[in-house]
T-cell receptor, first 115, second 113 residues
């Protein structure tokens, strides 16, 4: 069964450093998303991406964040200058398949720790 | 703005018994989707069940079923014959036609042997 994959599973970085979180969505999906979950809190929407551009973003997704689909398979989230409060679990999701086009399937997440 | 409320931070159930997790939401839209996701200790988000708002019939997936009350904006999850592997955080989520998903705060389910 196809699934969303994310790398790395755990990323540790120093405050102020740039990080790139990588995702490979399900191959026939058209919509891609990033969410984050600070430890002990709810899952929060960051951004959605369709047809090579951002379709919607939340207030969390400020100028420090960017997304890119550099080739036909990868979908990346870049944080330019990480802050302590960026420590969280980051989930990639995709949707738009033929069977359940409205259902978002999540990857296993990347745990980001900012020191 | 759409909000999703899960009023039960924690629930527990005896193995093989039935438990119901509550979820309410607020929206002015008529076309939307509702989901329950399970998050085990590994923290992966696993889809449990989905419901389209235009469908009156409640969704069912094996031991999991929902009670969808559109007028009351309620979407509860019933887990029958609870198993130890059902222990996890359960998140209710709402998605409009615009695509972004709103999650509730979650309910931590404990299953007692």
């Amino acid at each position: 069964e196809p699934e969303v994959t994310q790398t790395p599973s755990h990323q540790v970085t120093q405050m102020g450093q740039e990080v790139i979180l990588r995702c490979v969505p399900i191959s026939n999906h058209l919509y891609f998303y990033w969410y984050r979950q600070i430890l002990g809190q709810k899952v929060e929407f960051l951004v959605s991406f369709y047809n090579n551009e951002i379709s919607e973003k939340s207030e969390i997704f400020d100028d420090q964040f960017s997304v890119e689909r550099p080739d036909g398979s990868n979908f990346t989230l870049k944080i330019r200058s990480t802050k302590l409060e960026d420590s969280a679990m980051y989930f990639c999701a995709s949707s738009g398949g033929q069977i359940a086009p409205d259902t978002q399937y999540f990857g296993p997440g990347t745990r980001l720790t900012v020191l | 703005a759409q909000t999703v409320t899960q009023s039960q931070p924690e629930m527990s159930v005896q193995e093989a018994e039935t438990v119901t997790l509550s979820c309410t939401y607020d929206t002015s839209e008529s076309d939307y989707y509702l989901f329950w996701y399970k998050q085990p200790p590994s923290r992966q988000m696993i889809l449990v069940i989905r419901q389209e708002a235009y469908k009156q019939q409640n969704a069912t997936e094996n031991r999991f079923s929902v009670n969808f009350q559109k007028a009351a904006k309620s979407f509860s999850l019933k887990i029958s014959d609870s198993q130890l592997g059902d222990a996890a955080m359960y998140f209710c989520a709402y998605r409009s036609a615009i695509n972004d998903m709103r999650f509730g705060a979650g309910t931590r389910l404990t299953v007692k042997p």
